[in-house]
């Protein structure tokens, strides 16, 4: 029996968890008790969207914890207007989203692990800026947008290059839309109105012929894949503390390693500007921009090394 046979799957679902009204975190610690427990090294981070948005890239909810943007689903997905809803609405957006550059926070991460701080970071999000920031073992639980994923045949292939081919299949298609698009959302797509959509090509399979296309990210009520969660868990298990950043873990995907932390009786931080589904598991819980809590970190970290 392989190790990922013990691990249940790890289903994606949308979460209808919403703080309750009024609710504000509860900071139960400063600044210097968070430097203390990184110094300690063996740090496990989580991050979610909360790290991207000062990079441009919005969060699917506000700071108040609710819900702003409803995502795609696989079911949605899997039906043909689906996934051309879907390509469509990427293909504008894939400009945007590519330029964005990782933020203050990303690097101030990767620092901290390049000292041996910082083991590893599971991340949630989907666009590969910790990677670009420097961070070396990351885990991208929902996968990433940078390739795609036949559905009939599992053939990779790179996002840059179905990017190409889809303009060639839709001449003219970027300049109508771009005139037309809203903003920017998380997953790195744009709002585009329906009639639109509906004359946009999608390209097929190169090596199958196939049309079934996907982004190499784990949709809401698709399972994350057992390897990554495995060595999720096993990064959780070999950890000294949990460090979660910018995630409010409405998402069980997240929580379950919160929860999994905290059985285990390691110190959970938590640093993010809203309450979070995972407050009361927290030992330590922060709020404030990661653009200044993990720079101070890092500077901090300099005058112990
Ligand atoms: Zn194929």
New binding site residues.
């Given amino acids: 029996m392989k190790a990922t046979d013990s691990i249940p799957p790890l289903r994606v679902t949308p979460s209808s968890w919403r703080p309750p009204p009024g609710a504000l975190p509860t900071v139960t610690g400063t600044l210097a008790d968070l430097r203390e427990l990184v110094n300690g090294g063996g740090v496990v981070a989580l991050t979610g969207a909360g790290m991207s948005t000062e990079s441009g890239i919005p969060d699917y909810r506000g700071p108040d914890g609710a819900r702003r943007v409803t995502p795609m689903t696989i079911d949605q997905f899997r039906d043909e207007y689906g996934a051309r809803h879907y390509w469509s609405r990427a293909y504008v957006g894939w400009d945007r989203f590519r330029a964005a550059r990782p933020n203050v926070g990303h690097v101030a991460l990767a620092e901290l692990e390049r000292r041996g701080l910082v083991d590893a970071v599971i991340t949630q999000n989907v666009d590969g800026l910790h990677q670009e920031a420097g961070s070396g073992t990351v885990l991208e639980l929902h996968g990433t947008l940078t390739t795609v994923v036949?559905?009939?045949?599992?053939?990779v292939f790179r996002r840059e290059h179905l990017q190409a081919a889809l303009g060639r299949l839709n001449p003219g298609f970027a300049q109508v839309a771009h005139a037309a698009r809203g903003s920017i959302r998380p997953d790195g797509d744009v709002e585009l109105p329906g009639e639109l959509v509906t004359d946009f090509r999608v390209a097929?399979?190169?090596?199958?012929?196939?049309d079934?296309?996907k982004p190499d990210v784990v949709f809401f009520g698709e399972s994350a894949h057992r390897d990554v969660v495995a060595r999720c868990f096993e990064r959780i298990e070999s950890a000294r503390s949990l460090l979660v950043l910018g995630s409010s873990l409405a998402v069980m995907s997240g929580l379950r390693f919160v929860r999994r932390a905290a059985r285990m009786g390691l110190p959970v931080a938590i640093v993010t500007n809203g309450p979070t589904r995972g407050d009361e598991l927290a030992t330590l819980r922060l709020t404030g921009p990661l653009g200044e809590v993990l720079p101070a970190l890092a500077t901090a970290a300099d005058r112990t090394t």
């Avoid at 097929?204 to 196939?210: H, I, Q």
């Fill in positions: 036949c559905l009939d045949c599992s053939a097929a399979c190169e090596d199958c012929g196939g079934q296309l």
